[in-house]
């Protein structure tokens, strides 16, 4: 199976909310806020993904 060059984005915003609304518009998904994780992590919401499926997986970072 071929895979994708890119498994993992990240790509930081000043305005979360405003960031959401378009790219949920836009896109048509539904991005979801990971469990919370140890540490100091910026604020995540990312797009929905599987492990074995097709595209990349990232999220929008505050």
Do not use: H
């Amino acid at each position: 199976m071929k895979g994708n060059a890119v498994v993992w984005f990240e790509l930081y915003v000043a305005d979360m909310a405003r960031a959401r609304k378009f790219y949920e518009a836009v896109l048509d998904v539904k991005l979801e806020q990971p469990e919370k994780m140890e540490g100091d992590w910026p604020e995540m919401w990312m797009f929905p993904g599987e492990d074995e499926g097709n595209g990349a997986c990232g999220a929008w970072c505050r």
